[in-house]
């Protein structure tokens, strides 16, 4: 049936709407009356135009039924799916509509499994799929949940077409990780992998095994040790370690509990040729035992050395070079030929027993007796028995006595009694007694007596017969007897000097050199000052031995010097002056201090008498005073002198 109406706009004339209107009638009437559409029902839309909705039947091959449902709703067909508001929650479904074979039913989602653990569908109901799945959720955890008693999660996979069973979480094992590939790769996101190893109470306690950092790169093998359960070792936990092969480790510190043993018995080496121990540090009263029994040690004795046990010795180059104590109180010190002490002194306090031969090189230095058995000898290798000894005290001696050069002869006492030079001559420290008439002069030999021990009055004017009228007997530099020659009627003996021979002179005076000079300038003297005095006028100098205001003899002798000084008006401030005749500008040898008041003129003479040498002595005069100010010299002063 199709609608035979149109619609009526509002310029269309009254006839129209009489005759659309009838066709509504007819269209109305044949809808209630149960008429059937041919195969299409045409809706207009609220705009009458080209656009309708059209309702059209596929050629059925049966009779079909369409059952409006008593609700207000939209129809959904394939072109308005999309329409609906999207939900992405199972929970949001009230009920699915499925096919039942033919009829159209509804079934809630809990019946159909989704939406929520009161409609979760069994795990076992699941089927092989033929694609990869994932497992995610957008908030919360995944749980895995092996709820049956005595159940265990189990991963599985295939080995290309070899199924393997890779993990198992053992869950009578408290969940216990298996795993069958025998290898954990734990890769991380930039920091170090770890694994946590938690302890037995309440998980309170966790060691961690971290890898070795990047800028080690480290890629090393780590293997656990076999054979018994034991604990491992980190550089610095404390353990105790039993019966274990450490292959050259490097131990900075070592503590250890109770001792330290090589593997087999002499079976290792305590340091190398090019590895030495430094420092051994051992406890008071220690011992270090050598042997396989232990038959030789060495103990610490707290505050006095080490202790060698018993017998036993120890041995320098071989066997027979050796020091040991054969008794607690002997000590042997054995030598094959040799024992030499090197040292400034060799002290040794106790008695010596020497059983065979002792030679000394040196000098021998005794502070006590040497004590010899009676009728023994002391000799040398060729004559063994040059000094015999009585019982008696009596000293025999088979050939001469020779001393050193200078050396002496004495007693307790007097030890250089008698002294021996080495010109033979013979010096006794004190006068020798002689028994009476012992010495006959008439034996004397050339310079068998030194005169100079002769006792006084002992050589008579009888005993120096045969000189020469005359004569005076005087030494001279060696010390031997020398005669004066004979000098004229008249003539003095006079004294030349030390070194030289004194001779007969004129009396008028000696031969050495005279001098006189004066002043002819007044010269100034400033206050507290030790100044030499000019003399301008040689009056006399012979010999030109005054020169530059010194007089330098070239005689050896003693001269006589004297000085005048006079010095210019005398203010009233003046205490005193001195003049001084010095020797080499020596002024210890004569001063003359002259106190002054004021006036014109005062004079100071100073006269000495002193030796020279002939060979550098020189006599020089100065002069001082205190008077506040410089003073004059008048110009008259005088210095003069001659040897005696």
């Not at 209630?32 to 809706?43: D, E, K, M, Q, Y």
């Not at 989704?114 to 409609?119: H, K, R, V």
Request: proline share 3%.
């Amino acid at each position: 049936m199709a609608i035979e109406a149109s619609a009526i706009l509002p310029s269309d004339s009254l006839e129209e709407f009489r005759v659309q209107f009838n066709n509504l009638v007819v269209d109305v009437e044949g809808v209630s009356g149960g008429n059937a559409f041919v195969s299409t029902i045409i809706f207009e839309g609220s705009t009458a135009d080209a656009n309708e909705t059209v309702i059209l039947a596929t050629d059925p091959t049966s009779d079909n039924t369409l059952t409006l449902p008593d609700a207000t709703g939209t129809f959904l067909t394939t072109a308005n799916s999309g329409d609906p508001a999207t939900t992405t929650s199972a929970s949001d479904a009230d009920h699915v509509l499925v096919n039942d074979g033919g009829v159209l039913k509804k079934i809630t989602r809990a019946n159909l499994g989704i939406g929520g653990t009161a409609g979760a569908v069994a795990v076992d109901d699941l089927t092989v799929g033929d694609a990869a799945v994932s497992i995610a959720t957008s908030a919360g955890n995944i749980t895995i949940d092996a709820q049956g008693g005595n159940t265990d999660i189990i991963f599985k996979g295939t080995d290309g077409s070899s199924d393997i069973t890779p993990m198992t979480l053992d869950m009578s094992d408290a969940g216990a990780l298996l795993l069958t590939g025998g290898k954990i790769d734990l890769k991380n996101s930039g920091t170090a992998s770890q694994i946590l190893f938690y302890c037995e109470s309440s998980n309170q306690h966790a060691q961690t095994l971290i890898g070795a950092p990047h800028s080690e790169a480290a890629s090393n093998t780590l293997t656990l040790p076999s054979g018994s359960s034991g604990v491992l070792l980190s550089t610095v936990s404390t353990a105790t370690v039993t019966n274990k092969t450490l292959t050259a480790p490097v131990i900075n510190t070592a503590t250890v509990g109770t001792s330290i043993t090589p593997a087999s018995d002499d079976g290792a080496t305590l340091g190398s040729a090019n590895l030495n121990w430094s420092d051994l540090f051992l406890a008071d009263a220690a011992v270090i035992k050598l042997g396989d029994d232990q038959d030789v040690t060495l103990t610490h004795v707290h505050g006095t050395g080490i202790l060698l046990n018993s017998t036993n010795v120890i041995q320098f180059n071989d066997a027979s070079q050796n020091i040991g104590a054969p008794s607690n109180a002997i000590l042997d010190i054995n030598a094959t030929d040799e024992i030499e002490l090197n040292a400034t002194l060799v002290d040794i306090n106790a008695n010596v027993e020497i059983s065979g031969t002792a030679e000394i090189t040196g000098i021998a230095t005794f502070t006590d007796d040497i004590v010899i058995g009676d009728g023994k000898t002391i000799g040398s290798a060729s004559a063994a028995t040059a000094i015999t000894i009585a019982s008696t005290g009596i000293v025999s001696f088979v050939d001469d006595i020779l001393i050193k050069n200078g050396g002496t002869i004495g007693s307790a006492g007097d030890a250089d009694s008698i002294a021996i030079a080495s010109n033979g001559v013979v010096t006794f420290s004190q006068i020798p007694v002689m028994p009476a008439n012992s010495i006959d002069s008439d034996e004397y030999i050339d310079g068998s007596i030194d005169p100079e021990h002769l006792a006084d009055n002992a050589v008579t004017l009888a005993k120096m017969a045969s000189g020469t009228d005359g004569n005076i007997i005087s030494y001279d530099t060696s010390g031997n007897p020398v005669a004066i020659a004979t000098g004229s009627d008249g003539q003095v003996l006079t004294s030349a000097g030390a070194g030289a021979q004194p001779a007969f002179e004129d009396a008028g005076g000696g031969t050495g050199a005279a001098f006189f000079v004066t002043s002819n300038a007044a010269q100034t003297i400033q206050h507290a000052t030790a100044t030499k005095v000019a003399f301008q006028v040689e009056g006399v100098d012979g010999d030109s031995l005054f020169s530059s205001n010194r007089f330098t003899p070239d005689t050896a002798g003693n001269y006589l010097l004297t000085t005048t000084i006079l010095f210019g008006t005398i203010p009233t401030d003046t205490k005193y002056g001195n003049v001084e005749i010095r020797k080499n500008n020596n002024n210890d040898f004569s001063t003359t201090i002259g106190h002054f008041s004021s006036g014109d003129r005062a004079g100071i003479s100073c006269t000495v008498f002193l030796p020279a040498n002939g060979t550098g002595d020189y006599f020089e005069v100065f002069v001082y005073h205190i008077k506040g100010s410089a003073g004059n010299l008048y110009n008259a002063c005088a210095f003069g002198g001659f040897k005696i």
